[in-house]
């Protein structure tokens, strides 16, 4: 199957959702649900989608699980927007299994991959981790830097290493270190892009000359999220800011229950059944649930 979006791949841009899997309390994939999802984050606006990543429970789904949401992905989207994936496991090997799964479905325009977690690799190690994954694939290859959750960090220097690699075309990074982002969009390669990890940080990255972001709350708040990036590209800074601080209040929430389970206690808040996650990631305080339907029903009048 050739790409859904042509030259998509080359130039990821604008707000990319990292969406979360439906699954019912067994763990089985509710399929219905994860094109509602679709649904839902293309008509708020959304210039792209990514699934598998940790939005996604990757690290909980099986094998068979990981491609049929690759293929439900591709096939639903049919060329709307583009379709990202994840290839983010632990081993070298692993990520290439999983990479070439998805080259295999076809349709998907990139591939992100985080740092290796339970491991502290060297930045050496890291080099020759990402040079060997982009080297498996004919997909192109985001690099993406989350030491916060991995305690795995990409140093700078090794983020333009590897984006001299062919195959490796940007980098996500949730560090929200945004001296660092700056040195990396001042020196990146002229075709390398960079895509802000933290939500709250989004116009703050497009201000210092960020591509986009690939932003978990765009599951709950896709309008909002995407209005960011548009009014930014629109010169109305005043909306953006407007849009980035009333995002504020979902992104607090999102940590004060077990990730991802806010974002899809949000969704069901905005008339989207998305399940819920593998356990034990299940418990959800009940004023908690009361604060997060006061949040999204508000962002939905924006």
Known sequence: MSRSVSNAASTPHGIIPALVTPLDEDGSLLED???????????????????????????????????????????????????????????????IRTARMVESVGGVDALSVLTPYFMT??????????????????????????????????????????????????????????????????????????????DSRILAALEAGADGAIASTGNVAPHVVAGIYEAFRAGDRDRAAELQEALAALRVLVDRATFPLVLKEGLRVAGIDAGTCIAPAREVDPGLRDELRTVVEALSEL
């Not at 996604?56 to 049919?78: M, P």
């Not at 795995?152 to 560090?175: F, H, M, N, R, Y």
């Open 33 to 95: 649900g994860l094109r509602r999802v679709l649904d839902h984050v293309i008509e708020g606006g959304s210039h792209g989608v990514f699934v598998l990543g940790s939005s996604g429970e990757i690290y909980g789904l099986s094998d068979a699980q990981k491609q049929r949401v690759v293929e439900i992905t591709v096939e639903h989207v049919d060329g709307r927007v583009p379709v990202y994936a994840g290839a983010s496991e632990i081993t070298t090997r692993d990520c």
């Open 121 to 198: 690799p060297t930045q050496g190690e890291l080099i020759t981790h990402f040079t060997a994954i982009a080297d498996s694939t004919e997909l192109p290859v985001i690099l993406y830097n989350n030491p916060g959750r991995t305690h795995v960090d990409l140093e700078v220097e090794t983020v333009l290493q590897l984006a001299q690699v062919g195959g490796i075309i940007g980098l996500k990074d949730s560090s929200g270190d945004l001296p660092r982002v700056r040195r990396i969009l001042a020196e990146r390669p002229e075709d390398f892009c960079v895509l802000m990890g933290l």
